[in-house]
Nanobody, 118 residues
């Protein structure tokens, strides 16, 4: 059984910062790409940032220069440092990881709410 546990969401004023964390646990042989998605009310879920096992990253244009994704492979954890937050960043943020367990597939966290007030 593999689980992803997210933490770090909350309410922040525009211009502020938050750091999200997502830890994978269970019967894990290896973790490939990890990433963060978000879904705002009435909108589709979108990729925010992703990072490969080797550390290569990619970001949505809307967060480039403000968000930074990183991972600690020893802790099976991925982070999202979010700076200069804007009201339009308000969404539920989901962690995603491609994990090799008994099989290799994508796993999702339960989601954490990020609310940015103006």
């Amino acid at each position: 059984q593999v689980q992803l546990a997210e933490s770090g969401g909350g309410l922040v004023q525009a211009g502020g910062s938050l750091r999200l964390a997502c830890a994978a646990s269970g019967s894990i042989f290896s973790i490939n790409a990890m990433g963060w998605y978000r879904q705002a009310p009435g909108k589709q879920r979108e990729l925010v940032a992703a990072i490969t096992i080797g550390g290569s990253t990619n970001y949505a244009d809307s967060v480039k220069g403000r968000f930074t994704i990183s991972r600690d492979n020893a802790k099976n954890t991925v982070y999202l440092q979010m700076n200069s937050l804007k009201p339009e960043d308000t969404a539920v943020y989901y962690c995603n990881a491609n994990i090799r367990s008994m099989i290799t597939r994508d796993y999702w966290g339960q989601g954490t709410q990020v609310t940015v007030s103006s």
